[in-house]
């Protein structure tokens, strides 16, 4: 074989890797209009607006009979998504694996979780129940859709370029969410003048991600390849014994395991912060929607400028070190937050610049550098347990955030008791030797890690 069919050979790859990539960063374009309009902005003040006018005349609404105070619906109603989420992801994971055809399963998250989402128009009255089973299925599917999605990362870019295309991943979603973020302050603000009333105009914000998600969804589906491994052809088991046979697994790599504890600890916290965020604002701040509205529209064009500059602190630094920094931001941000003063905004975007400048890039990285940690042909797999991490995992920080509000009546208390989640995260992520953890994975170690 000569040189120049070498050459062409490699060029060819090279180009198709990266139409695979550029397909691959469509997916957090899709899906993160999701993240931000509903989970964040407009579903949890609205729908502890309608558990509220579903109440009774304690406060409480009863759910299975069950009596929860309205204003902690909404953060159950993500902890049980996420309990759901920790049942289906396992078996997903493995499937591909096995099967090698992670688009199906993609696909079908994705469009049981767009479906949901566009459902969400007709959450209106005192319907908290239907709001609280579209936020379930909408939460789980997004996080099994992500299981997968992520899963592609270390077969579509060499370890050297991972940091980059995962934070190129992370800031097209910001960019997403700030158009979509756009036309949602356009539409709630303006609603009189497009005639419809202001619950309209949130349901029809909430419906839109649905559909954005639902249409973009398909490049992906187009430009991702599914591939072969080499545990094809191997049967599964089934939900909670299926994750039992992936912990077991993952036990042959001890230092894969100690740093998915770490994420699971500090992204925990990271997680509940997004999602709590407004209700807190709403609520103990009392700030009107249109100022949160902006204020995660600061958050969002931030965090693309964040996660492309954390990712070139990575090269220079390292990954691990740029994650520890910005727990420790984390930290801080909390604290200054409990200290708001009520009826503020201009002090609250300043909390949202520093969270928008740390969010995306805490996140990338943490992708980035679990893609080493991953033996080839579990990538599905693993990334089931980390995306348990991620959104499956992470129903400890809206419990706690519930419950310190139930017992205290303080959104501050429960804004604040999140610190504990990044000062155990940055011991436990300190004391994992990340280069042993890739060799031991069975992956060439990156120059800077």
Not at 76 to 105: E, N
Not at 269 to 279: D, E, F, K, L, R
Not at 397 to 404: C, K
Request: glycine content about 10%.
């Amino acid at each position: 074989m000569s040189t120049d069919t070498v050459r062409a050979g490699a060029a060819d790859e090279a180009a198709e890797r990266r139409r695979e990539q550029r397909g691959w960063y469509f997916y957090d374009w899709a899906c993160s209009v999701y993240s931000t309009s509903v989970l964040t902005v407009f579903l949890g003040p609205y729908l502890t607006a309608v558990a509220k006018h579903a109440a009774d005349a304690d406060g409480f609404v009863h759910p299975l009979g069950v009596p929860v105070r309205a204003g902690s619906f909404f953060a159950y109603a993500v902890s049980a998504s996420l309990v759901v989420a920790i049942v289906v992801m396992p078996m997903a994971g493995a499937a591909a694996d096995r099967t090698g055809r992670k688009k199906p399963l993609l696909a079908a998250a994705a469009y049981l979780g767009a479906g949901a989402t566009t459902g969400m128009f007709f959450l209106d009255g005192d319907r908290y129940l239907l709001g609280g089973l579209l936020l379930v299925v909408a939460n789980a599917s997004l996080a099994v859709s992500m299981a997968l999605y992520n899963s592609y990362l270390p077969q579509i870019a060499p370890p050297e370029e991972r940091d980059a295309v995962s934070s190129r991943g992370w800031a097209f979603g910001y960019a997403a969410g700030s158009v979509v973020l756009v036309a949602n302050l356009v539409l709630f603000t303006a609603h009189e003048d497009f005639g419809v009333s202001e619950s309209t105009a949130v349901r029809i914000c909430l419906a839109s991600a649905g559909v954005w998600w639902g249409a973009f969804t398909l490049v992906p589906l187009k430009r991702l390849r599914d591939r072969r491994t080499a545990f094809a052809g191997q049967t599964s088991t089934h939900g909670w014994r299926q994750l039992a046979a992936t912990v077991r697994d993952m036990r042959r790599q001890p230092l894969t395991l100690c740093f998915l504890l770490a994420y699971l600890i500090y992204n925990d916290g990271i997680q509940t912060v997004i999602s709590q965020a407004s209700v807190y604002g709403s609520e103990e701040l009392g700030l009107s929607q249109s100022t949160l509205i902006a204020a995660v529209l600061l958050v969002q064009v931030l965090a693309v400028g964040g996660a492309l500059g954390m990712g070139r602190l990575a090269r220079a630094y390292g990954a691990k070190r740029t994650i520890l920094g910005s727990l420790v931001a984390w930290t801080l941000i909390l604290a200054v937050g409990y200290f708001l003063p009520a009826g503020a905004p201009v002090w609250f975007f300043v909390l949202a610049a520093g969270i928008g400048l740390v969010l995306g890039g805490s996140q990338a990285l943490s992708r980035s550098l679990f893609s080493h940690l991953v033996p080839s042909g579990k990538e599905a797999e693993y990334f089931s347990a980390y995306e348990m991490s991620d959104r499956g995992m992470s129903w400890l920080g809206p419990l706690l955030f519930g419950l310190t509000y139930q017992l205290t009546g303080s959104y501050r208390d429960a804004i604040v008791s999140l610190v504990v989640f990044f000062v155990i995260g940055f011991v436990l992520l300190a004391r994992v030797p990340v280069r042993r953890a890739v060799r031991d994975a069975g992956n060439p170690v990156p120059e800077m890690i």
